[in-house]
């Protein structure tokens, strides 16, 4: 199984290190001549940085804020800090836009899930400022930072060639920022990294399981659901356990007599009632089974929208007929077990892409 790209911290990764570094990152330190000191790289000390002396942009930063459409596998090409870390990451998104042809957005360190600042207090706020008595986990100050990030590359590989590219590039807005890191040029440290906002299980396209689309070759498959959403009423699953000597998971003969063995059948045998019953035919709603390794479930309907009223009526005719499809008075056919309408609709996206080509 292939692992996903590891998580890069995405603020102070370029920021800049620890303003005692004494030597250069990646370069061998000079070998001094006998009985001189050794040479040391010493960066510029913080309180002796001037200001940025290019003129900052104005413009709405909105239209260049990451979402998570963007990427997912990306460059981190800038990470910058202070009150003007955001027009200093604007005036380089626009120069990496307009001049390098390159798709580049910000992500502000305060639009991350946990990163705002405390509310009330201005950020890097002077130690004598009277703050609140705030507990966690608002009481974690974060600096004004702003990253840069560049590329909507759908592959690791993708992204490992852009990164060659953007470390070539000197942005000429950068000529008027000061750094303590004299060394550093232009974008030549950017790292590669992923888009926050994406979570890890959707990075990596999907594979086919061969034995799920095998089980789900039938007619009655979800896979020919034609519309996106559908309702779920029964699932048929094996047994689960927090207890690792659970006398139920012992040896082979409790696991022959394990539920999951006749999941499957037991949804197709309820799907096969439901669709003769004369009352769920009034419904007017097809029905569905979906296999795969740890259950199977059956669903009723085919909606495009999930607010369709439709689906609002169809839940509720099922909730009305869950006990009278298990009386044996009044159908020649019952169910072995009760219905159970879910409350919302599942989307059929991603159990359908396992078919898709």
Not at 184 to 190: I, P
Not at 311 to 319: H, K, N, P, S
Request: proline share 8%.
């Amino acid at each position: 199984m292939k692992k996903p790209l590891a998580t890069m911290a995405l603020f102070g990764a370029l920021a800049g290190g620890p303003a005692w570094a004494q030597s250069q990152p990646g370069r061998a330190p000079a070998q001094p001549a006998d009985g001189a000191a050794p040479a040391v790289f010493e960066p510029t000390p913080v309180d002796q940085l001037k200001a940025p002396t290019l003129e900052l942009p104005d413009d709405p930063i909105e239209p260049y804020l990451l979402t998570k459409e963007n990427g997912p596998f990306m460059v981190l090409a800038k990470t910058f800090q202070g009150p003007d870390s955001q027009k200093l990451a604007l005036a380089l998104a626009k120069e990496l836009r307009e001049r390098y042809n390159l798709p580049a957005y910000i992500l502000r360190n305060k639009d991350r899930p946990g990163g705002s600042n405390i509310r009330g207090v201005p950020p890097q706020a002077d130690l004598e400022v009277v703050q609140a008595s705030v507990k966690a986990p608002e009481k974690v100050r974060t600096l004004d930072q702003a990253a840069v990030l560049v590329g909507d590359e759908k592959t690791e590989k993708g992204a490992a060639a852009l990164l060659h590219e953007v470390k070539k590039i000197s942005p000429s807005c950068l000529d008027h920022v000061s750094s303590i890191f004299h060394w550093r040029k232009g974008l030549s440290s950017a790292i590669r990294t992923t888009n926050p906002y994406v979570a890890a299980q959707d990075l990596y396209q999907i594979k086919k399981d061969r034995l799920v689309v095998q089980m789900n070759s039938g007619e009655a498959s979800i896979a020919n659901c034609p519309g996106r959403y559908s309702l779920q009423i029964a699932e048929f699953s094996g047994r689960s356990t927090f207890d690792e000597k659970d006398p139920n998971f012992q040896g082979t003969f409790n696991l022959l007599k394990s539920p999951l063995r006749t999941a499957a059948s037991d949804a197709e045998k309820m799907a096969n009632v439901l669709r003769k019953d004369k009352d769920v035919q009034k419904l007017g709603q097809p029905v569905f089974v979906y296999h795969d390794r740890t259950s199977s479930r059956v669903y009723v309907g085919s909606f495009d929208n999930p607010e369709d009223p439709r689906a609002a009526a169809t839940r509720d005719g099922l909730v009305r007929l869950a006990v009278p499809l298990m009386d044996g008075k009044t159908r020649p056919k019952t169910l072995d077990s009760m219905i159970a309408p879910a409350s919302m609709l599942t989307d059929l996206a991603k159990i359908k892409q396992q078919f898709q080509q």
